[in-house]
């Protein structure tokens, strides 16, 4: 899964923007952008500042960084059944 490392302001500021697509997360349904960001993309957004993020992927991961509020990073929501036995099971 995808795991969100959110940007703070320094205060520890909950995330008022939905970090897919910007908006107030107070206003409007954000179920499916939640589920966009769980699974398979990364934030395009800053949480704390709505600003657009500088975002780069690659084949482990992904960065995303706020000019105001840093960087956060996570890995591709990438996995399939059974993959955690198969893990087990690599030396």
């Known amino acids: 899964m995808s795991a969100v490392l959110e940007p703070t302001d320094g205060a520890g500021a909950a995330a008022v923007y939905c970090a897919w697509c910007g908006g ?3 206003e409007g349904e954000h179920a499916a952008c939640d589920r966009r960001l769980a699974t398979v993309d990364p934030p395009r957004h800053c949480p704390v500042c709505a600003r657009r ?15 105001r509020h840093g960087e956060s990073a996570g890995q591709n929501g990438f996995s399939w059944p059974g993959d955690e036995a198969k893990r087990e099971l690599d030396p």
């Open 24 to 26: 107030a997360r107070t």
């Open 53 to 67: 993020m500088v975002v780069q992927v690659d084949p482990v991961g992904w960065t995303a960084r706020c000019s």
